[in-house]
């Protein structure tokens, strides 16, 4: 077992890191306490804007009347695509999206404009009443159909190693087969939302709900035709992003600034929950297609898959949601001889964006399901076909993206799992369950996970962070990432306070913010804390070591003779309470703030040929899942959940087993009940809580054990911890290929033809196909 990182001479021990420290918003939170943007107060004169929707998937937009929606009580403008002072295309990276639609439409729910009213059912009913001439053109609404027709958003990429057509040839055994996986709706507790307020001198300050305040800015400066210093984003708290608010929020702010630049008032754009749903991109669906040759223990030893992403009408960023799922094909799997071709496939439909795993999921499941038809199609126990194909047997440790697995812990990882699971017991008295109960089947899983951990556009991977010290020995942290109920500032926060020998309830955040830390990326890819918890402890460092040199010249000693523990600062001559220190550094004008930039090390790649070392480590896991089934109505359930997950050297154990189960129960929901139903005419049908069933308090299973893996992060990561936001999404995928265990012993013939989501419906077909 490695050690854990080891920290500056001079420094406590860790009396905040690994302990399980209340979320420091959660007295707010329980309290309704907690201020979200649309608990800011609202200053005088704020209106309130509601989006005027297409209707129509595809269509020439031949006319806008808001002649009755200006008419109506409390309306004062309708802003349209002529109203946008600078490049009606928002600044996205492929440049693709219109502002508002102007000339044509291209899915239903397309924002033609925004209606200002004095309130907010004044605005969504103007809305409503602003008449819009479309004429229909043919839509693309189906995934394979668009990859016949070569509709894409990017072009096509073909990633390739060894020679998997010969790998087919010489494989005594090969399967062929499809696969369909939906979409999912972020279903956020607080929808989107943007407020813009007008300031002197033609600057402005948004607040908003975004996991990236610094793409709002720029994207709101870039409307407006300002430097992206007139713009300053705030941001406090979301209520759940999980990916939806990475670039979709932008769209909010945007259209609220244009509103609030044509009245010259304040004004809030907050969506409904319908019209969110309506407005706002998905997990992207995906179809894939694949041929496999294996041997008699069920190793794969050659593989040709095709992966189409249901991409919507434009690109957002469907290019590296695509790109990831093409780098976690192999899981925690080797791959010899492969073949990988990704189509990017343009649809009329909402634009698919970012989701929690980024693409991983939709990466990972094929290949799961590929290993559970071959142990079927062989006789064998699928357990026994993953643990043939894992990485490190044989040295087989390379990525079929040239990427070395270093710090693989699998083969210990699963077999510890397997043991506490008692996972071949469990399958012998399954088996006996199913053998005399021909209503209701049983099935068990378990399935493993390496995820890779960094942004894949590797200059996102940098972060900045301010500490400031006052001279009472308060401390006050800010950063560039955003919190959305993960917990990031408390980790922040704890970090922060051992490199400073504080007490953890001395440290507080503030708001993320633009103007104080400038540039910053994304709130995304499971990287919060391993950025901004180690730029915020660099720059804690410095100010440690600045008082360690002050203490020294007053003490006679060497700086690292100087400790900060508990409250106290100790040299060889005297001890002092930091609040001492700080008053007499801040009177010998001691400088008592500081900046900390952190970038990651060793990561590069070759985005044209996507090879390369794309991640700093990988996180690991497995979970052991046993579901039933009914075969006479195809409602299934989850019985039993075992997970074994690897987060490192936990800087917070509490919050992150809360991720582990959090992650896994919405990963749970993609594969059996959140299933997205579009109409022939393009209009999304399940659009309300209504018609689109995430899981819930009763959907958890009685059963749920989580335990962590006690090593520490091989790689010098912040406190010696892993990611833990993405990873356990993944271990969900243990429910899909338990569930289709299930119908293959109901079916009694060894095949599962199961898409995800499982639902009653969907199980039904798979039992009877």
């Not at 809305?127 to 053109?137: F, N, Q, S």
């Not at 360690?548 to 003779?561: L, W």
């Not at 985005?607 to 480590?617: C, D, E, N, Q």
Request: net charge negative; charged share 20%.
């Amino acid at each position: 077992m490695n050690a854990p990182e080891k920290f500056v001479a001079g420094t406590a021990a860790q009396p905040a890191v690994g302990q399980p420290r209340i979320h420091e918003s959660a007295r707010a939170h329980v309290a309704g306490a907690a201020t979200y943007v649309d608990d800011v107060p609202e200053v005088k004169g704020t209106l309130h804007a509601a989006p005027i929707l297409s209707k129509v998937a595809r269509g020439r937009l031949l006319s806008v009347d808001p002649a009755e929606a200006l008419a109506m009580e409390g309306v004062r403008e309708v802003v349209l695509a002529a109203d946008i002072p600078a490049d009606p295309l928002f600044a996205t990276f492929a440049h693709d999206e219109p502002i508002f639609a102007r000339d044509t439409v291209e899915y239903a729910g397309q924002v033609v404009g925004v209606v200002v009213a004095e309130t907010v059912m004044q605005a969504r009913r103007a809305a409503r009443r602003v008449k819009l001439e479309i004429e229909p053109l043919p839509a693309v609404l189906d995934v394979r159909e668009a990859v016949k027709q070569q509709s894409f958003v990017l072009p096509p990429v073909t990633v390739r190693r060894g020679e998997p057509e010969q790998g087919l040839a010489r494989a005594p055994h090969r399967l062929a087969g499809s696969l369909e996986v939906g979409g999912q709706e972020h279903f956020y507790l607080e929808g989107q939302v943007g407020y813009a307020l007008p300031l002197e001198q033609d600057q402005w300050w948004i607040y908003s709900s975004t996991q990236h305040p610094a793409e709002v800015q720029h994207w709101v400066a870039h409307a407006l035709g300002l430097d992206a210093s007139a713009v300053r984003v705030d941001c406090r708290r979301m209520g759940g992003g999980f990916g939806g608010k990475e670039t979709q929020a932008g769209h909010i702010a945007v259209w609220a600034a244009l509103a609030a630049r044509k009245t010259r008032r304040p004004v809030k754009l907050r969506l409904d929950r319908d019209d969110d749903f309506l407005v706002t991109g998905k997990r992207h669906p995906f179809a894939y297609d694949y041929e496999v040759g294996f041997d008699d223990e069920g190793r794969i030893l050659g593989l040709k898959l095709v992966l189409a992403a249901n991409c919507g009408w434009s690109a957002d960023l469907s290019g590296p949601v695509a790109d990831r799922a093409v780098f976690h094909v192999d899981n925690a799997y080797f791959l010899s001889d492969v073949e990988i071709v990704s189509y990017r496939c343009r649809t009329n439909v909402q634009s698919h964006t970012a989701f929690r795993g980024f693409g991983g999921p939709q990466g990972m499941i094929v290949t799961e399901a590929m290993l559970g038809d071959i142990a079927r199609a062989l006789g064998k126990d699928p357990l026994d076909v993953r643990k043939t194909n894992l990485y490190g047997i044989e040295d087989r440790n390379l990525t079929h993206y040239r990427m070395p697995v270093e710090d693989n812990i699998l083969h210990p990882l699963i077999a510890r799992l397997e043991q506490d699971a008692a996972y071949r017991r469990r399958r012998a008295e399954i088996a006996q369950w199913n053998a005399a109960n021909p209503v209701l089947r049983r099935g068990l899983a378990l399935t493993p996970v390496k995820f890779g951990i960094s942004f894949t556009a590797t200059f996102f991977n940098q972060a900045g962070a301010l500490v400031h010290v006052y001279t009472d020995g308060s401390v006050q942290v800010n950063h560039g990432g955003t919190e959305m109920g993960q917990g990031l500032h408390t980790k922040v926060c704890q970090l922060v306070a051992d490199e400073l020998g504080v007490p953890f309830e001395r440290v507080r955040i503030s708001s993320t913010d633009t103007a104080k830390v400038p540039n910053a990326s994304a709130t995304a890819a499971s990287s919060g804390t391993d950025l901004n918890g180690r730029a915020a402890q660099f720059a804690a460092r410095q100010i440690r070591e600045r008082l360690a040199g002050y203490v020294a010249e007053k003490q006679g000693c060497r700086p690292e003779q100087v400790i900060f523990a508990h409250g106290q600062v100790s040299g060889p001559e005297a001890v002092m309470s930091w609040e001492q220190l700080v008053d007499d550094a801040w009177r010998s004008r001691v400088q008592l703030w500081s900046d900390g930039f952190y970038r990651t090390p060793k990561i590069h790649y070759d985005k044209a040929t996507l090879s390369g070392r794309p991640f700093y480590y990988f996180a690991y896991g497995a979970a052991c899942t046993e579901v039933a089934i009914d075969t006479l109505t195809g409602e299934n359930r989850v019985l039993k959940v075992d997970i074994l997950h690897d987060v490192g050297h936990s800087i917070n154990p509490a919050l992150d087993i809360g991720q582990i189960e959090g992650g896994f129960i919405q990963g749970m929901g993609w594969l059996t009940t959140e299933q997205l139903v579009w109409t022939g005419q393009g209009e999304l049908a399940t659009h309300a809580p209504s018609t689109y069933k995430i899981p819930a308090t009763g959907d958890v299973p009685g059963h749920f054990r989580i335990a962590l893996w006690p090593e520490p992060n091989r790689e010098d990561n912040v406190g010696g911890s892993k990611a833990v936001g993405e990873p356990p999404f993944m271990l969900a995928i243990s429910v899909w290929e338990a569930l289709r265990d299930a119908v293959a012993a109901a079916r009694g013939d060894g095949r599962a033809k199961l898409d995800a989501p499982a639902t009653a419906e969907n199980v039904l077909k798979a039992l009877r196909a």
